[in-house]
């Protein structure tokens, strides 16, 4: 027997070019967000493209939450896209994923003792669908979110960092010539000091001094990298509140 064919939902075209979207503002490469997702990198990077293309033809509701999670996103992200992608399907299927009304409550009259009395019947209780997910899944799940969650959080400490760079860079009239390198050398020594958090302090100085040597070695102020590496480890120590 043949492989079953699915019929293709229209407007998926607009829906991976938002999945795109995502993924590359969370500086993410396909095979990176594929392994995210859980598939082997070797391979997954494939399945990531062609549904970035629109060339999935029904893309499951597990699949799009594990793209929006590996890439610190949310449905709002994706909200605008996905009425059209969802049109023309039938119906009956729509009914079907409709959560089920609770009943009303009744009312009847019930004789007693040549007086009525009203007698309630209870609501009838909401049906809560169980998850039959997999543990497996399940867990993987609430991996992917807690992953966005730390992400979405290191990222809010980064740009803290970068807009008080930026204060500083103004006060001491750096050109903006040279404001990129700045830039780039906060979000590489914030990556860094979230990479070895772990570490052991004295391997952490040594990998952060080979960070500030390179910086230097571009025509960046020393004393003024010195200043940002302090201002960075403020930042990423403080929390997300703050």
């Known amino acids: 027997m043949g492989r079953k064919r699915h019929d293709k939902l229209p407007g998926l075209a607009e ?8 993924r590359t503002s969370a500086g993410l490469s396909q095979m990176k967000l594929s392994s995210l997702m859980g598939f082997n990198p070797a391979h997954g990077y494939k399945y990531v493209f062609k549904l970035e293309k629109g060339h999935v033809p029904n893309p499951t509701l597990r699949t799009l939450q594990s793209f929006l999670a590996a890439c610190g996103s949310s449905w709002q992200d994706i ?5 059209a992608a969802g049109q023309g399907r039938p119906a009956a299927a729509e009914d079907a994923n409709q959560p089920k009304p609770a009943a009303e409550a009744k009312t009847e009259a019930a004789p007693t003792k040549g007086k009525l009395k009203v007698v309630e019947k209870p609501v009838a209780p909401v ?3 169980r998850d039959n997910r997999p543990a497996r899944v399940r867990l993987k799940t609430e991996l992917l979110l807690k992953r966005r969650d730390q992400a979405a959080a290191f990222w809010s400490r980064v740009e803290q960092a970068e807009l008080t760079t930026a204060d500083l860079l103004h006060a001491r009239r750096v050109p903006s010539s040279l404001q990129r390198r700045y830039f780039a050398f906060v979000r590489s020594l914030c990556s ?21 040597k390179q910086a230097a070695e571009q025509g960046m102020d020393p004393k003024l990298l010195g200043e940002i590496r302090d201002l960075c480890r403020k930042h990423l120590a403080a929390s997300p509140a703050s």
């Not at 909200?79 to 009425?83: A, E, K, R, Y």
């Not at 391997?203 to 500030?212: A, C, I, K, S």
Request: with cysteine; proline share 8%.
């Open 127 to 129: 049906c809560i669908p």
């Open 15 to 22: 829906l991976g070019a938002r999945l795109k979207a995502l």
């Open 192 to 212: 860094l000091l979230q990479a070895y958090v772990s570490a052991k302090p004295a391997l952490l100085e040594q990998r952060v001094q080979v960070v500030l």
């Open 79 to 83: 909200v605008t896209v996905l009425p």
